[in-house]
């Protein structure tokens, strides 16, 4: 077993057999899945993956899946068996879920299928959830729903703005009020003071 290297091969008496190392990439789709409530949704992922060939133990267990088999029969195993493991999560996840996490739901994909797949020799490089979508406007709904939200969230925090900022006004103008008042006061005094002392010298 050589991974990536130059062997001799003696004619009649050996057989040589080549099995791709190649990084493989895999649109994973389920389609019409239903989910946790019973919602039917379809995913699209895009994983990257291939046979380890520098790890040996995986590329033992590669070798006694895929020895013979073409890139195009990997591809396939390997696709059927992500897609089984998209579609059970997609099962066990509310839409809500799959839909506003799709970080959680890539991870949890990616990790089950990793473990199964190790068993093989492939391991998976990368998986992203592409695509969510569903043909009875659920979404669409969701995407209402949060849209409007999400504007009112927006009311509310102008509104509080225009609150506060009216309020730190009124305080302004309250504390300039008091200035004057204050400053009015103050030259009555002086004044007063000032109409005494002429008084006294007359």
């Known amino acids: ?22 990084t493989l990439t895999l649109n994973v789709k389920s389609e019409k899945v239903y989910t ?3 919602v039917p949704i379809s995913v699209t992922g895009i994983a990257q993956v291939k046979i380890q060939g520098q790890n040996k133990e995986m590329l033992a267990a590669a070798c006694q899946m895929f ?11 390997a696709l ?5 493991h998209q579609r059970a999560i997609m099962a066990h ?10 970080k ?6 990616f ?33 209402k729903a949060r849209t409007a939200q999400v504007q009112k969230d927006a009311r509310m925090g102008e509104a509080e703005a ?4 009216g309020i730190k006004v009124r305080a302004g103008q309250r504390r300039l009020f008091n200035m004057k008042k204050a400053v009015k006061k103050t030259r009555e005094r002086w004044s007063k003071r000032g109409g005494g002392g002429q008084n006294e010298t007359r």
């Open 67 to 77: 020895l013979g088999k073409s890139e195009s029969e990997i591809t396939h195993i």
């Open 93 to 102: 996840m509310t839409v809500e879920e799959i839909y506003k996490d799709r």
């Open 162 to 165: 225009k609150r506060d900022a």
């Open 111 to 143: 990790k089950v299928a990793s473990s199964d797949l190790v068993n093989m020799g492939i391991s998976v490089v990368s998986y992203t959830l592409k695509d969510i979508h569903d043909d009875q406007d659920y979404l669409h709904s969701l995407g």
């Open 36 to 38: 946790r409530h019973g």
């Open 80 to 84: 059927e068996t992500l897609e089984g």
């Open 104 to 109: 959680k739901f890539s991870e949890q994909v």
């Open 1 to 22: 077993m050589v991974a990536g290297g130059r062997v001799f091969v003696l004619p009649c008496i050996q057989q040589i057999q080549r099995i791709s190392l190649n």
